[in-house]
T-cell receptor
Framework: DQQVKQNSPSLSVQEGRISILNCDYT??????FLWYKKYPAEGPTFLIS?????DKNEDGRFTVFLNKSAKHLSLHIVPSQPGDSAVYFC?????????????FGTGTLLAVQP | EAQVTQNPRYLITVTGKKLTVTCSQN?????MSWYRQDPGLGLRQIYY???????DKGDVPEGYKVSRKEKRNFPLILESPSPNQTSLYFC????????????FGSGTQLSVL
């Protein structure tokens, strides 16, 4: 049973436009959410996170929104750049964001077209 | 430079031939873990370790062993590899406070023929 779901395997966006990546979860005990970015032939790297006590966290061009009632989070990238082309994994954890309980989604491949 | 180092990057082997994938981190992290990435399944945790001599099963531990004799090293052992263990493997580490983030190695692409 997939507790963290990314229903869009891929997304294509024009450079300069907004990219919106979505993630749904089923476990209401999750209290910390993260996005990781992965380039080919590299390991995932941390991008941005949000605690369940917030509904928005912003870091430069990246903003994560959390809707607890819908059990949904999204990552907005504005403006999108070709260098943002990568696989994006959302992840969720409980117990104060314990990394041993981190559950990953299946990933969304973002392609930003020049 | 803070990093997680895995070796080898690529490995092709045959069914039943024991192999070890090494992982080392230089950030003095207590927590280390192994994941495998498969198409359509995302990243799934194999084993993790909260500290030296403390290891525990993740979601997909069957066919794997680990050991944590030193804080910096966390090798993944496949005693008798099978074709269904063909996958991309990642080692990761982090601190053990609240809201920590994982640092990943560059990955090991394993093919079992």
């Amino acid at each position: 049973d997939q507790q963290v779901k990314q229903n869009s395997p891929s997304l294509s966006v024009q450079e300069g436009r907004i990219s919106i990546l979505n993630c749904d979860y089923t476990n209401s005990m999750f209290d910390y959410f993260l996005w990781y970015k992965k380039y080919p032939a590299e390991g995932p790297t941390f991008l941005i996170s949000i605690s369940s006590i917030k509904d928005k966290n912003e870091d430069g061009r990246f903003t994560v929104f959390l809707n607890k009632s819908a059990k949904h989070l999204s990552l907005h990238i504005v403006p999108s750049q070709p260098g943002d082309s990568a696989v994006y994994f959302c992840a969720a954890s409980e117990d104060g964001g314990a990394t041993n309980k981190l559950i990953f989604g299946t990933g969304t491949l973002l392609a930003v077209q020049p | 430079e803070a990093q997680v180092t895995q070796n080898p990057r690529y490995l092709i082997t045959v069914t039943g031939k024991k192999l070890t994938v090494t992982c080392s981190q230089n950030m003095n992290h207590e927590y280390m873990s192994w994941y495998r990435q498969d198409p359509g399944l995302g990243l799934r945790q194999i084993y993790y370790s909260m500290n030296v001599e403390v290891t525990d099963k993740g979601d997909v531990p069957e066919g794997y062993k680990v050991s944590r004799k030193e804080k910096r090293n966390f090798p993944l052992i496949l005693e008798s590899p099978s074709p269904n263990q063909t996958s991309l493997y990642f080692c990761a580490s982090s601190g053990t406070g609240s809201n920590e983030k994982l640092f990943f190695g560059s990955g090991t692409q394993l093919s079992v023929l």
